[in-house]
C-alpha cells in the first residue's frame, strides 16, 4: 500500500458526461500528480500540483482540469467525455515537487470507462 | 528531447530463469534520475528503485538487480531465479530539470510472464 488513494475504483459513463476523480496524497507529501494510461498512449503525464498550485502541465485536454485543495488532495475533472478518454488515471504524490527526481507513490488507480 | 525505450514489449519465461528487463533512455542533462516500477495484474504501479545520473554504481535488492551504463545510455533490470508472483508489466522512467516540475516520462512497459 503507497498510502495514496484514489475513489472512486471504477468509473462507467456516458459520452458528453462530466466526472470528478478525487485523490488523496501520502500523509506529508506536498505533490500531486496526475497520469493517464491507455492502450496507444501508455502512460502520459497530466498534470502536477504542489501546495495547491499548479507546477507543471503536460498533455492534458482543455476538456480536464484539475485543482489542489488546501487539505492537499486533489481532483481531476474531465467534461464532455468521448469514447477515447476511457483509460486508467493514476495519482501519485511526492514530497516537495520543486524539481526533477522525487520518488512519485502512486495510488491505485481509477479505472474510466466512456460508453 | 527526453525519451525511454524499452524495446521488448513482452518476455516469456519459465520459474526460476534469470531475465534482463532493458532501459534505453535519452536526456540532455547531465543530472536525471531514474525509476523502475512494477503494475501487476491488479493494475497499481509499484516503486522499485529510484537512481540518480552520478551514481552509477549497481544496485541489488534480494533477486532484483539494476545496472546503470551512462556510457549506453541503459538502465537494465534483471530478475533472479524468476517466481509466477514476479509476472507484472515493469516500466522504466526518466525525470530531468529540462522537464518542468517532476514529472515522469515512461517507456512503453516490458509485460513479464513468469510460468510455473
Known amino acids: 500500500d503507497s498510502g495514496v488513494t484514489q475513489t472512486p475504483k471504477h468509473l462507467i459513463t456516458a459520452t458528453g458526461q462530466r466526472v470528478t476523480l478525487r485523490c488523496s496524497p501520502r500523509s506529508g507529501d506536498l505533490s500531486v500528480y496526475w497520469y493517464q494510461q491507455s492502450l496507444d498512449q501508455g502512460l502520459q503525464f497530466l498534470i502536477q500540483y504542489y501546495n495547491g498550485e499548479e507546477r507543471a502541465k503536460g498533455n492534458i485536454l482543455e476538456r480536464f482540469s484539475a485543482q489542489q485543495f488546501p487539505d492537499l488532495h486533489s481532483e481531476l475533472n474531465l467534461s464532455s467525455l468521448e469514447l477515447g478518454d476511457s483509460a486508467l488515471y493514476f495519482c501519485?504524490?511526492?514530497?516537495?515537487?520543486?524539481?526533477?527526481?522525487?520518488?512519485?507513490?502512486f495510488g491505485p488507480g481509477t479505472r474510466l470507462l466512456v460508453l | 528531447a527526453q525519451k525511454v525505450t524499452q524495446a521488448q514489449t513482452e518476455i516469456s519465461v519459465v520459474e526460476k530463469e534469470d531475465v534482463t528487463l532493458d532501459c534505453v533512455y535519452e536526456t540532455r542533462d547531465t543530472t536525471y534520475y531514474l525509476f523502475w516500477y512494477k503494475q501487476p495484474p491488479s493494475g497499481e504501479l509499484v516503486f522499485l528503485i529510484r537512481r540518480n545520473s552520478f551514481d552509477e554504481q549497481n544496485e541489488i535488492s534480494g533477486r532484483y538487480s539494476w545496472n546503470f551504463q551512462k556510457s549506453t545510455s541503459s538502465f537494465n533490470f534483471t530478475i533472479t531465479a524468476s517466481q509466477v508472483v514476479d509476472s507484472a508489466v515493469y516500466f522504466c522512467?526518466?525525470?530531468?530539470?529540462?522537464?518542468?516540475?517532476?514529472?515522469?516520462?515512461f517507456g512503453q512497459g516490458t509485460e513479464l510472464s513468469v510460468k510455473p
Open positions: 501519485a504524490s511526492s514530497i516537495g515537487g520543486q524539481g526533477a527526481g522525487e520518488t512519485q507513490y
Open positions: 522512467a526518466l525525470s530531468d530539470p529540462y522537464n518542468q516540475g517532476g514529472k515522469l516520462i
